[in-house]
């Protein structure tokens, strides 16, 4: 059976399609660099200034928005700068597709400007792939459910936070979420795998676009790129893969060849370049991975007095605070699960936030609200076995308080763990 040969002549909507999408896809991985090239994000901090004005300037004199853009890509990649982006790639993109459709209207095909396109977007994908791959891998990306988020009550988290929780309890899905992404990464950096890296690829990030739309998480708009990606990179095969999987046809085998320089050393070089990439992306991301692992993440050291403690008696200026639901001063539970910081459940179920700094040597603590600095409450305390007893060093408004740990293997989150033999069906 011979090659499927690259066409001579390509039909008129398909050059066309091939103008949209090199303009499109070179825009949007030049604005959108998502960490995949060495030290291309400080690149990226000195020319994308003038495009966030760009964006500004759209969005009060040509769109009329109500409200000015003031956020830019950061923390939410779905903000209204984003969409800006997109719609101002997709207009450019039309445009040029236009322009370039009547200035090279006799060409015949686009076979070597198709190929190296397909290089840029699966090097990108598959570069993000790695990157999505390896913090999974290492678990960092969902951390385990900290004593905060054991105690909120599943009514008031957020849709993002569920997926959070309910992510970053199991180790092993997250695992096999990972090994996921890496392998359709690993593929799609090879001519001879990239068909299936994509097929993998149209999975695994067509889960992550559903998880992202249905649990409200602020990285729509890049997952939603990499099905198109995936798709884009599947596009060349699919009267092969139609045939295949739809039709019980036989498929001829793609033309894999490699489209090279005459010159042999560029040939070579190129080839360096490319394993150079591909082991600093996949080492390189694992190394500042595990190297995280100290900073955020389950194998973080916790900090001291980690836990939920419960108030047995709460003393202010000698006099016994009777434990009364109604009560918005009276502590009911102390819970710290980060350092430099703590949150106390009072009696209504109202929480506050505080900063919580801890001197392990001089057994005291410093609290203040987030909301006034200035105001802070000076603690010595004692732990004895599982007992944490605070008292307040301020001559006015005195408190003493004891508290008991709570054993976090108490939750059945934590313990249920994992049955091979369930004789009950449901274990809600």
Same mark, same amino acid.
């Given at each position: 059976?011979?090659?499927?040969?690259? $066409? #001579?002549?390509?039909?008129?909507?398909?050059?066309?399609?091939?103008?949209?999408?090199?303009?499109?896809?070179?825009?949007?991985?030049?604005? +959108?660099?998502?960490?995949?090239?060495?030290?291309?994000?400080?690149?990226?901090?000195?020319?994308?200034?003038?495009?966030?004005?760009?964006?500004?300037?759209?969005?009060?004199?040509?769109?009329?928005?109500?409200?000015?853009?003031?956020?830019?890509?950061?923390?939410?990649?779905?903000?209204?700068?984003?969409?800006?982006?997109?719609?101002?790639?997709?207009?450019?993109?039309?445009?040029?597709?236009?322009?370039?459709s009547v200035i /090279?209207?006799?060409?015949?095909?686009?076979? &070597?400007?198709?190929?190296?396109?397909?290089? *840029?977007?699966?090097?990108?994908?598959?570069?993000?792939? !790695?990157?999505?791959? #390896?913090?999974?891998?290492?678990?960092?990306?969902?951390?385990?459910?900290?004593?905060?988020?054991?105690?909120? $009550?599943?009514?008031?988290?957020?849709?993002?936070?569920?997926?959070?929780?309910?992510?970053?309890?199991? =180790?092993?899905?997250?695992?096999?979420?990972? @090994?996921a992404e890496l392998?359709?990464?690993?593929?799609?950096?090879?001519?001879? %795998?990239?068909?299936?890296?994509? =097929?993998?690829?149209?999975?695994?990030a067509g889960n992550?676009?559903? *998880?992202?739309?249905?649990?409200? !998480?602020?990285?729509?708009?890049?997952?939603?790129?990499?099905?198109?990606?995936?798709?884009?990179?599947?596009?060349?095969?699919?009267?092969?893969?139609?045939?295949?999987?739809?039709?019980?046809?036989?498929?001829? $085998?793609?033309?894999?060849?490699?489209?090279?320089?005459?010159?042999?050393?560029?040939?070579?070089?190129?080839?360096?370049?490319?394993?150079?990439?591909?082991?600093?992306?996949?080492?390189?991301?694992? *190394?500042?991975?595990?190297?995280?692992?100290?900073?955020?993440?389950?194998? !973080?050291?916790?900090?001291?007095?980690?836990?939920?403690?419960?108030?047995?008696?709460?003393?202010? &200026?000698?006099?016994?605070?009777?434990?009364?639901?109604?009560?918005?001063?009276?502590?009911?539970?102390? =819970?710290?699960?980060?350092?430099?910081?703590?949150?106390?459940?009072?009696?209504?179920?109202?929480?506050?936030?505080?900063? @919580?700094? *801890? /001197? %392990?040597?001089?057994?005291?603590?410093?609290?203040?609200?987030?909301?006034?600095?200035?105001?802070?409450?000076?603690?010595?305390?004692?732990?004895?076995?599982?007992?944490?007893?605070? !008292?307040?060093?301020? $001559?006015?408004?005195?408190?003493?308080?004891?508290?008991?740990? @709570?054993?976090? +293997?108490?939750?059945?989150?934590?313990?249920?763990? @994992?049955?091979?033999? +369930?004789?009950?069906?449901?274990?809600?």
């Open positions: 059976m011979t090659n499927a040969a690259e $066409p #001579a002549y390509w039909s008129a909507p398909r050059k066309i399609a091939c103008r949209f999408f090199v303009v499109f896809f070179i825009l949007y991985v030049f604005l +959108n660099p998502n960490g995949v090239l060495p030290q291309v994000d400080r690149v990226y901090e000195y020319y994308i200034e003038p495009f966030h004005q760009l964006m500004v300037w759209i969005a009060a004199h040509i769109l009329h928005l109500a409200k000015p853009v003031t956020q830019f890509t950061g923390g939410s990649g779905d903000t209204t700068y984003d969409y800006l982006i997109l719609l101002f790639i997709t207009f450019v993109a039309t445009v040029s597709a236009i322009i370039w /090279d209207r006799k060409a015949r095909n686009y076979n &070597n400007l198709f190929y190296w396109l397909t290089v *840029i977007v699966r090097y990108y994908m598959a570069i993000t792939m !790695v990157t999505y791959g #390896a913090v999974k891998i290492i678990k960092l990306q969902f951390p385990s459910p900290s004593p905060d988020r054991l105690l909120q $009550p599943l009514g008031s988290m957020s849709p993002m936070g569920l997926a959070w929780s309910y992510m970053g309890y199991s =180790v092993g899905f997250n695992h096999f979420t990972g @090994f392998v359709c990464g690993l593929l799609l950096f090879f001519r001879k %795998t990239a068909t299936l890296g994509a =097929v993998i690829g149209l999975v695994v992550i676009m559903a *998880i992202n739309y249905c649990f409200d !998480v602020p990285v729509k708009l890049l997952a939603t790129m990499l099905v198109l990606m995936s798709i884009f990179l599947l596009s060349k095969d699919a009267i092969r893969l139609i045939n295949f999987f739809f039709l019980n046809k036989p498929a001829a $085998p793609a033309n894999l060849s490699p489209h090279t320089f005459k010159k042999r050393w560029k040939n070579i070089t190129l080839c360096i370049i490319k394993y150079v990439l591909i082991i600093y992306s996949v080492a390189g991301n694992f *190394i500042s991975d595990v190297q995280a692992m100290s900073q955020y993440g389950d194998k !973080v050291k916790k900090p001291p007095l980690y836990g939920i403690y419960i108030v047995q008696s709460f003393v202010r &200026n000698k006099d016994t605070i009777a434990p009364l639901n109604t009560d918005t001063t009276r502590w009911n539970k102390l =819970v710290i699960s980060y350092a430099g910081n703590a949150r106390v459940k009072l009696m209504n179920d109202s929480t506050k936030r505080y900063d @919580f700094v *801890i /001197d %392990t040597l001089k057994h005291t603590i410093v609290m203040n609200t987030y909301a006034d600095t200035v105001k802070k409450t000076h603690f010595t305390y004692q732990l004895k076995k599982d007992t944490l007893l605070m !008292v307040s060093t301020f $001559p006015k408004d005195s408190l003493r308080i004891r508290m008991k740990k @709570f054993d976090l +293997n108490n939750f059945i989150l934590i313990k249920r763990g @994992f049955h091979w033999v +369930n004789e009950v069906p449901f274990n809600r």
